[in-house]
């Protein structure tokens, strides 16, 4: 994804600086472990960061009926997906389970 590409993603999430550093971060996490990811997976992981950076500062709040759907996700999906929401004051615990679903499929490509 082009430099100017992501900056255009940043500037939607109301707050660029945290949406890059929340970018950055997942992308090092995915590098530094040696995962694959996907074009479009690079784009998934970037509107869903950049929709949490708005709901963080629209206090909009996201909850889960039933997380046992989220029952076979590694947890070190949950860590990462943890790691990152620490960064986000007013955003839902709930967050954390729809955010590991994209380092888990990072996670299970071949």
Known sequence: MKETNLH???RQSKDPKLCEVLYKCAMNYINSNGYQIKEHQKKALLNHITGM???NIDAE???IQDKTIFNEVSQDSI???NKLMEKLEYIANDEIYLLSIHFETIRNNK
């Open 8 to 10: 255009q993603y940043f």
């Open 61 to 63: 709040q996201i909850n």
């Open 79 to 81: 860590e990462i997906s």
């Open 53 to 55: 950076v708005k709901r």
